[in-house]
Nanobody
Framework: QVQLVELGGGLVQAGGSLRLSCAAH????????VGWFRQAPGKEREFVAA????????YYADSVKGRFAISRDNAKNTVYLQMNSLRPEDTAVYSC????????????????WGRGTQVTVSS
């Protein structure tokens, strides 16, 4: 089992930046693709970004493309989500999840989830 812990959320003004981290405990993250998802109050969980096992391939939702960047450091067992030019509509709980071998846009295909971290963007 992979235990995932997200850090880095907080309150930021519109236009600001935050970097989220997703640290794995108990097992190496190397064999797993990792995705970031977010859920705002009253809305369904949505895909944000994903990264392949090696980091060679990344995928983004259209709403964050060009503003967010996902990366990973397998030596540190950690995946990052750099969020720039934040907007109030980015406000949500952000969660990371791991999926064995390959990435997916679908949350139901991920096996292990962190508890999430709150990101609030003020206007």
């Amino acid at each position: 089992q992979v235990q995932l812990v997200e850090l880095g959320g907080g309150l930021v003004q519109a236009g600001g930046s935050l970097r989220l981290s997703c640290a794995a405990h108990g097992r190496s993250l190397s064999p797993y693709a990792v995705g970031w998802f977010r859920q705002a109050p009253g809305k369904e969980r949505e895909f944000v970004a994903a990264i392949s096992r090696t980091g060679d391939n990344t995928y983004y939702a259209d709403s964050v493309k060009g503003r967010f960047a996902i990366s990973r450091d397998n030596a540190k067992n950690t995946v990052y989500l750099q969020m720039n030019s934040l907007r109030p509509e980015d406000t949500a709980v952000y969660s990371c999840a791991s999926r064995y071998y390959s990435s997916s846009y679908n949350s139901y295909e991920y096996d292990f989830w962190g508890r999430g971290t709150q990101v609030t963007v003020s206007s």
